[in-house]
């Protein structure tokens, strides 16, 4: 009886497992549009909470970033494990100050020229704040490509994208170029009302 039992319960696990691998969705590849995520444009406050990972020739390096931003003004917070060696940047119109904790905060007029010193490497940052939400850069030409585009000597490959509040938002980003390579995975996004950092 009890063997009669085990046999039957086999077979319903069987059969479980048969029904399972025949029923799992399998997603349709999804291929960028800027077209589809131009709206986002429009988006003035949004913020989100992730983690870096920055490449070059001759150094590379990992943080945790959160990234704030309002209208024109841009506070990017990156820090190593458990919040040590947290440096503060903020850009705002031309202006960019970056804050290491250590009461000597910097700042410069040339952002990017200002912040590849600081960082010994180039990163673009003003087109960034548009890369990381899906769009080229709007002042500068770029050509759209199955996982993203290439614009300014870029390429911006959108690996991965996550639900968030009915939009698709970027969850893992590569930006690379001959020189320097990005890795962007966001955990958290937060769209409307830039969070406090």
Known sequence: MLSIKIKRLGWYCFALMLSACSTVPVEPEVHYSKLAREHLYKLEQWSFEGRVALAGKNDNWQASINWGHKSDDEEIKLSGPLGQGATVIRLTGDLVTIDRGDDKVQSSTQPEEFINQQLG?????????????????????????????????????????????EQSMPRKIMVTNERVKLKLIIDQWVLNVAKAI
């Open 121 to 165: 490497m180039f990163v673009p940052v003003h087109s960034l704040r548009y890369w990381v939400i899906g769009l080229p850069e709007p002042t500068s030409a770029f050509v759209e490509t199955a996982t993203g585009f290439k614009q300014a000597g870029w390429f911006i490959e959108y690996k991965q994208m996550q639900p968030v509040d």
